[in-house]
């Protein structure tokens, strides 16, 4: 199989460390290593201390799978299986598809969650929002059909911060459960609900068939962590999984296994605070669309993640005017040509504190 580029990764690993700010980052700022251990407790930082470098336990260190499992309702250890992110999305794939399968994702979306399929030669229907940015389930409803293998959502979801109601999340479930079809629901954003009253249980508590992802980088701002789970009541598709990472990292870094359990178990310390950096810059972000209307199209406020997607009015496609603005100005931006999503569009990242000076130097440069 030959896979095709991934459009976003690939800008991102052209500007991402060579640019001044970064306005389009899904991630919040990462913390240090001296915050992680600051917030451990005693038997925790015993842990660390007494670490040792070795190979760990392919699924997971059984008290990491315990601190994930604390966050769910109904999901015990042993439904918790421990990897990168990524790598999730791309055994998911490997495991459950065959050429001519039929799936339904949503787009704009994060390029694993479908690329993966369509490369492997299955037949993909797109669930696409409306013009205000908001995903309607009756527009899934009508993609769905007994031939569907897999549905893929994300929620909240990367890039626009949509985010369902419970109805609507609901109806959701009762699509797939219709022909009992298997939910991969991305909750990578999970608890970045910005009215915390609005939270979702995670889709793995509310529906049998699904295998949920979540991880460090973007709910905790640990991204360097690079550690992911899914969790699943489905034991048969874990077991297929686990056989699959065995030719890939085959087991996790210890170091990152113990901080991420130091961070799920003072999950507040982290999740809390992301969640007021990014109510803060949501204000800034709307003061600086209100101010240039000769460049905004409309900005729909996200209520759940950490980005949004603006619309601009360009003459040009928004790629061509975003490197242009990072030479000018050291402003990163994404367009939404790395979404597929046209060419009018950028993602806005809302969980970096240097949100205020990068619009300043942007303004600079309008
Ligand atoms: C929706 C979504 N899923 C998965 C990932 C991958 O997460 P990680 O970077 O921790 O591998 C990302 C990263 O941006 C994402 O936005």
């Given at each position: 199989m030959i896979i095709s580029s991934f459009k976003l990764e690939h800008y991102f690993a052209k500007y991402e460390f060579n640019?001044?700010?970064?306005?389009?980052?899904?991630?919040?700022d990462g913390f240090s290593l001296n915050y992680v251990l600051s917030s451990a407790e005693h038997g925790e930082l015993e842990l660390w201390n007494s670490l040792t470098l070795g190979y760990t336990e392919s699924e997971g260190h059984f008290l990491l799978r315990e601190a994930i499992s604390r966050?769910?309702?109904?999901?015990?250890?042993?439904d918790v299986f421990v990897l990168s992110p990524g790598e999730a999305n791309y055994i998911l794939m490997q495991t459950q598809l065959d050429p001519g399968d039929h799936l339904v994702c949503m787009r704009?979306?994060?390029?694993?969650l479908y690329q993966i399929a369509k490369d492997k030669g299955c037949v993909i229907h797109f669930w696409e929002p409306d013009d205000k940015g908001l995903f309607n389930p009756d527009d899934l409803a009508k993609l769905?059909?007994?031939?569907?293998k897999l549905i893929v959502v994300n929620?909240?979801?990367?890039?626009?911060g949509y985010y369902p109601t419970r109805e609507e999340l609901n109806r959701v479930i009762e699509i797939a459960s219709r022909h009992n079809t298997l939910l991969f629901s991305?909750?990578?954003?999970?608890?970045?609900?910005?009215?915390?009253?609005?939270l979702n249980d995670s889709l793995c508590d509310l529906y049998d068939n699904t295998v949920s992802l979540w991880g460090m980088?973007?709910?905790?701002?640990?991204?360097?962590?690079r550690i992911g789970w899914v969790t699943s009541h489905n034991k048969k598709l874990l077991g297929m999984m686990k056989h699959f990472k065995d030719y890939l990292t085959i087991c996790n870094s210890a170091t990152s296994e113990v901080l991420s359990m130091i961070a799920l178990n003072n999950s507040e310390r982290f999740i809390e605070v992301n969640l007021q950096k990014i109510r803060a810059n949501k204000q800034i972000f709307q003061a600086f669309v209100e101010k240039h209307t000769e460049l905004f199209d409309y900005y729909i406020e996200p209520g759940a993640g950490s980005t949004a997607m603006v619309k601009v009015r360009l003459q040009e496609p928004a790629l061509n005017y975003a490197e242009k603005i990072v030479k000018e100005s050291g402003v990163m931006l994404v367009p939404s040509e790395m979404f597929e999503y046209g060419d009018q569009h950028f993602r806005i990242g809302f969980?970096?504190?240097?949100m205020k000076d990068a619009l300043a130097a942007w303004e600079a440069v309008i």
């Open positions: 640019a001044k700010y970064l306005l389009s980052s899904s991630d919040c966050h769910y309702n109904s999901i015990k250890p042993d704009p979306s994060y390029q694993s769905v059909n007994e031939k569907t929620f909240p979801h990367n890039p626009t991305d909750e990578m954003y999970h608890k970045l609900v910005h009215n915390p009253a609005l980088a973007k709910s905790f701002g640990l991204a360097g962590l969980g970096r504190s240097s």
